[in-house]
């Protein structure tokens, strides 16, 4: 089994900045792509940014230029830097992580989520 715990979240004004880091933990081969969601109040859950075990991302329009995705491979870590917070950033983010078994097969797993409230 895997474990993905999600910290870093909190309340912050509009402007500000926050980083939210997840770790993965359990029996681990490797991870491949891991990834940040987010999901506000009576809305569905999107895709925020990607990151390759290459280090290869992906970002939605809407965070470009603001967000960065970067992950630790030794740690099984993975990082979100978010900057010039909006209100509409405001929702419950959540991390996944692609990982490979020693016996080669692949399972998605997702973290607890961690809110994040832009308001002043």
């Known amino acids: 089994q895997v474990q993905l715990v999600e910290s870093g979240g909190g309340l912050v004004q509009p402007g500000g900045s926050l980083r939210l880091s997840c770790a993965a933990s359990?029996?681990?081969?490797?991870?491949?792509?891991m990834g940040w969601y987010r999901q506000a109040p009576g809305k569905q859950r999107e895709l925020v940014t990607t990151?390759?075990?290459?280090?290869?991302?992906n970002y939605a329009d809407s965070v470009k230029g603001r967000f960065a995705i970067s992950r630790d491979n030794a740690e099984n870590t993975v990082y979100l830097q978010m900057n010039s917070l909006k209100p509409e950033d405001t929702a419950v983010y959540y991390c996944?992580?692609?990982?490979?078994?020693?016996?080669?097969?692949?399972?998605?797993?997702w973290g607890q989520g961690t809110p994040v409230t832009v308001s002043s």
């Open positions: 990151i390759t075990s290459g280090g290869r991302t």
């Open positions: 359990g029996t681990i081969f490797s991870i491949n792509t």
């Open positions: 996944n992580a692609l990982v490979s078994n020693r016996g080669g097969s692949q399972a998605l797993y």
